[in-house]
């Protein structure tokens, strides 16, 4: 049976309306990241970035310290923290939701005090400490996500069997568990984890069938943007994969996604009004 879905997410300074595709812009604070390392990494640079994603129609900022590329070295917990609580405390004055990309509790712990709306964890709150941290706060949002071993091992040995099926199930058991520790349910978003120990196949049939992730009743996130998997398909290097990325973007919105992580929010926002148009023409 399916579960009713929630059509908002519950964070901590906002209630966000997901009766329509929310995009969430990449705000990248580190030397390495696969796409856009070091474009961002000062504080006056990080929130140029900001105010430029949000002019382009972001509705959500992301903000991360840490890369996730495969093979990707893990970075000190002081580092980290260096790198991002600055560009929190300076963000959260523009008065829009907050998602921080980190899977420390720490980190967690310390972007929440300074305002944060959202954690977003590749580990879905896996790690010593994170559930606690997330749960001591009453109405932060959180998003889980699928990741198969970590980033300096997932490629090297990806999933085997329906990995859907095993997506799902893991979404499902640790979205349970943050319940069982009396966070609200519209306070959980899922991330099926696009190239996060998946194969190029396994990532395209994710998408297929992503909309089976709404049996769980919560909110999906997609996160597309420049990934390895459109550059398989398309022979594109990262920065020429805009194209795809918006493609991809508007194919997991068709499969029930209501939120949308990436770096090329103007050209997502053009591609989603269109798109909501079709949807409802009447009202264009």
């Not at 490629?155 to 069982?180: C, E, N, T, W, Y």
């Not at 990532?203 to 997609?222: K, P, S, W, Y």
């Not at 194209?243 to 949308?260: R, W």
Request: net charge negative; proline share 5%.
């Amino acid at each position: 049976m399916t579960a009713s879905l929630s059509s908002f997410w519950q964070t901590s300074r906002f209630r966000i309306d997901l009766s329509h595709p929310r995009i969430m812009g990449i705000v990248n604070v580190t030397p390495d990241s696969f796409s856009d390392g070091s474009h961002h990494a000062t504080l006056p640079l990080a929130m140029q970035h900001c105010e430029k994603l949000l002019q382009e129609g972001a509705d959500i900022l992301d903000i991360g310290g840490e890369s996730t590329r495969p093979g990707s070295p893990a970075v000190t917990l002081e580092e980290e923290l260096r790198r991002v609580l600055p560009l929190v405390k300076e963000a959260v004055k523009l008065n829009v939701p907050l998602s921080v990309d980190t899977y420390k509790p720490e980190v967690m712990r310390q972007v929440l005090d300074a305002g944060a709306d959202i954690i977003n964890d590749i580990w879905a709150l896996r790690q010593p400490g994170a559930l606690e941290s997330v749960a001591r706060h009453a109405s932060c949002g959180v998003c889980l996500m699928h990741m198969h071993n970590d980033p300096q091992t997932m490629q090297i040995a990806p999933m085997q069997g329906d990995v859907p099926q095993a997506v799902k199930q893991f979404l499902h058991a640790q979205a349970s568990r943050l319940q069982q520790a009396r966070i609200a349910s519209d306070r959980i978003v899922l991330d099926p984890g696009i190239g996060f120990g998946k194969t190029v196949a396994q990532n395209f049939q994710l998408l297929a069938q992503q909309d089976d992730l709404l049996e769980l009743g919560h909110a999906v996130l997609a996160g597309w943007s420049r990934k390895s998997s459109l550059g398989a398909v398309t022979g594109r290097e990262v920065n020429a994969r805009m194209p795809a990325s918006i493609t991809a973007a508007l194919l997991a919105v068709q499969k029930g996604a209501t939120i949308v992580r990436v770096h090329d929010v103007a050209a997502t926002r053009d591609a989603l009004r269109v798109w909501q148009a079709v949807q409802a023409p009447d009202s264009c």
